[in-house]
């Protein structure tokens, strides 16, 4: 049985005040100081881990939030920086219509220009959009359960079978890999269902054991074929 997305977890200097951010931003319900809720049952948790590691590299995964109209996504950038977020650049182009952004850590993420076909109907967050290769699309697909909604020029992307945010891949080049990953997905197994088992079945479709020492307590750390961190805890 495949393991659910628990939470998608950021390594956060002040892991607070970045909840208070996203809290604001998406209009999300904290459950406690650090972690966000899902608005619906399509949702993840989003989670903000204490670390004294500096960001020293552009994150390889970032939210995509979408606009219903020119004004929307207007007000969403007016709110991001309200709320302690600034403009940054990945090497987006003049004339891209959408907007980049970073929250108060320097974490990337984008405001979709309205009329994108691709996110209609995935909600405000309309994806996690990751650097990585066709392969580890393959790979989450299978961890997860989450059908290929997309699989073109080595770019993947996959849903949950209820809908929701959408998890993608670019394809290569990818970008080199520099300092641990300060986003991360976080699974669990069924509420009757087995870590060690879990973890032997993802280590079965390409996963590898890692200790990068910022674990909690119950949880295994694991790496996916392109090297991203992720943890699989116990049951919930």
């Not at 608005?39 to 993840?44: E, I, K, L, Q």
């Not at 974490?107 to 392969?135: H, M, R, T, W, Y």
């Amino acid at each position: 049985m495949a393991s659910h997305l628990f939470a998608v977890s950021f390594a956060a200097n002040e892991p607070q005040r970045l909840a208070r951010f996203w809290s604001g931003l998406l209009g999300r319900e904290p459950a406690d100081d650090v972690t966000l809720l899902p608005d619906d049952d399509t949702g993840f948790r989003i989670r903000f881990v204490p670390t004294d590691e500096p960001k020293t590299a552009q994150n390889r995964a970032h939210f995509d939030l979408t606009s219903t109209s020119l004004e929307d996504q207007q007000r969403t950038v007016a709110r991001a920086l309200e709320l302690g977020g600034r403009h940054t650049d990945v090497g987006q182009r003049p004339d891209d219509d959408h907007v980049v952004l970073a929250d108060p850590e320097g974490n990337e993420f984008c405001v979709i220009e309205p009329g994108n076909k691709f996110l209609a109907d995935c909600g405000f967050i309309g994806a996690l959009s990751c650097d990585g290769s066709q392969a580890v699309g393959y790979f989450w697909s299978a961890a997860l359960g989450w059908p290929l909604v997309w699989d073109q020029d080595q770019e993947t992307a996959i849903q949950s079978p209820r809908g929701g945010p959408k998890i993608t891949w670019g394809g290569p080049p990818l970008m080199p890999r520099i300092g641990r990953d300060r986003v991360r997905l976080d699974l669990a197994p069924a509420a009757d269902g087995d870590q060690q088992a879990e973890v032997d079945r993802l280590i079965s479709l390409g996963a590898t054991r890692i200790d990068t020492g910022r674990g909690e307590p119950g949880c295994v750390e694991l790496a996916d074929p392109d090297g991203n961190e992720f943890c699989v805890l116990p049951p919930r």
